[in-house]
T-cell receptor, first 115, second 116 residues
């Protein structure tokens, strides 16, 4: 069965610094994808970035990049030049087996950006 | 564009009462999902609908029923609410019905349900 582990319940970072949020996954599917979502205090779920297991390069989206290490089964999110608006919960997710884009999520990491 | 719209945003129920959470998407997506979010946990899949006319159980379906009314709408019903169903409920949708490529899920704003 798939599993997502986020071991950092809370993190803080100084504004303009970079921060890495950890995510490890367990899946037996030969082809899979990793997602990161942001949940600000307002509650909505915002998609940030996606990495497919066969993608050759690490995914990047603006200030977000994914440090994908397949052998270690890790897909860490790197946020560069942190901003106060980055303060939020961050969830890593992957697809459950059986298709249909069913996602399984980690417990999340709460990031606080300090001025 | 509205995206995924959930109603109501907040609801308080007494144990044993029933209610339906409504969800509608205007993106012509095929697949729709209901998740619940509890403190300290990530989102957990309750039910999903891969396409119009089909529904199937997710990780935590007990105590819930769903209806895919048409391509746009997917409702979640609690027949006899229990305090353990106090949670934030999210509806989501995506274009594809098979896991390939990104097929990013778009989420609604959430519905906060309290069962006393």
């Amino acid at each position: 069965a798939q599993k997502i582990t986020q071991t950092q319940p809370g993190m803080f970072v100084q504004e303009k610094e970079a921060v890495t949020l950890d995510c490890t996954y367990d899946t037996s599917d030969p082809s899979y994808g990793l997602f990161w979502y942001k949940q600000p205090s307002s509650g909505e779920m915002i998609f940030l970035i996606y990495q497919g297991s066969y993608d050759q390069q690490n995914a990047t989206e603006g200030r977000y990049s994914l440090n994908f290490q397949k052998a270690r089964k890790s897909a860490n999110l790197v946020i560069s030049a942190s901003q106060l608006g980055d303060s939020a919960m961050y969830f890593c997710a992957t697809r459950l087996s059986g298709g249909y884009n069913k996602l399984i999520f980690g417990a999340g990491t709460r990031l606080a950006v300090h001025p | 564009n509205a995206g995924v719209t959930q109603t109501p945003k907040f609801q308080v129920l007494k144990t044993g009462q029933s209610m339906t959470l409504q969800c509608a998407q205007d993106m012509n997506h095929n697949s729709m999902y209901w998740y619940r979010q509890d403190p300290g946990m990530g989102l957990r899949l309750i039910y999903y609908s891969a396409s119009e006319g089909t529904t199937d159980k997710g990780e935590v379906p007990n105590g819930y029923n769903v209806s895919r009314l048409n391509k746009r709408e997917f409702s979640l019903r609690l027949e006899s609410a229990a305090p353990s169903q106090t949670s934030v409920y999210f509806c989501a949708s995506t274009q594809g019905d098979r896991g390939s490529g990104a097929n990013v899920l778009t989420f609604g704003a959430g519905s906060r349900l309290t069962v006393l």
